[in-house]
């Protein structure tokens, strides 16, 4: 599905965001490959058949594993993530909510929560873990593209760019070569 963000100019008023959910299920068993570790011992707990510590013996639920709060810092292998454009670009198209990581908060404790301009961020905490997943499996998401032939729209005849599946415009469906012929 393409939607076009208000105010982007991008493409001449129309930006070739793909949005995309991936399936991902923290619960599942084994456990997701996230580097998520024990908060007992620091045991690395991917691919465990169940929710148990092997080392020391912990049962846990994948809720435990997380930092507290509504709004968690998203960490990788223990590090705060910066939000590079990269990592912007999954969020936006992931429709991820996100908070920068400079608030009262932070401020009371006297993190630095920026390195280079970039900042750390939060995302809410029922999403934490599919960022985190989307992040190490970066790889393999769906890119936006700029290529190809624009074509245009059989519904409200809007000229859309050629990687956009839907109208940017109204949101009909991409027509086939055999809509093209009927019209
Ligand atoms: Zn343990
Ligand atoms: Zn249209």
């Known amino acids: 599905m393409w ?4 105010g982007d ?32 011992c620091g045991y690395l707990l991917d691919l465990l058949p169940d929710h148990r510590c092997p080392e020391c013996g912990w049962r846990f639920t994948i ?3 997380l930092p507290p709060g509504d709004f968690p810092l998203v960490a990788m292998d223990g590090s705060p993530v910066l939000l590079t454009p990269d990592v912007a ?3 936006k198209a992931a429709r991820i909510l996100h908070l920068l990581y400079n608030g ?23 999403d934490l873990l599919y960022v985190v997943h989307l992040l190490r499996n970066r790889d393999q998401l769906p890119r936006p593209q700029v290529t190809g032939p624009d074509w245009g729209c059989i519904n409200c ?11 940017w415009s109204c949101g009909s469906d991409r027509p086939t070569p055999d809509d093209y012929r009927r019209v």
């Open 3 to 6: 939607r076009r963000p208000p």
């Open 9 to 40: 100019q991008s493409l001449g008023g129309r930006v070739a965001l793909v949005e995309w959910v991936m399936d991902f299920d923290p619960e599942a068993l084994p456990i997701p490959a996230l580097g998520l570790r024990c908060r007992n």
């Open 63 to 65: 809720d435990d594993l």
């Open 89 to 91: 670009a999954i969020l």
């Open 104 to 126: 009262p908060l932070e401020a009371v404790y006297g993190l630095p929560g920026s390195i280079n301009g970039r900042q750390w961020f939060r995302v809410p905490r029922n």
């Open 157 to 167: 005849r809007e000229s859309n760019p050629g990687t956009f599946a839907v109208c």
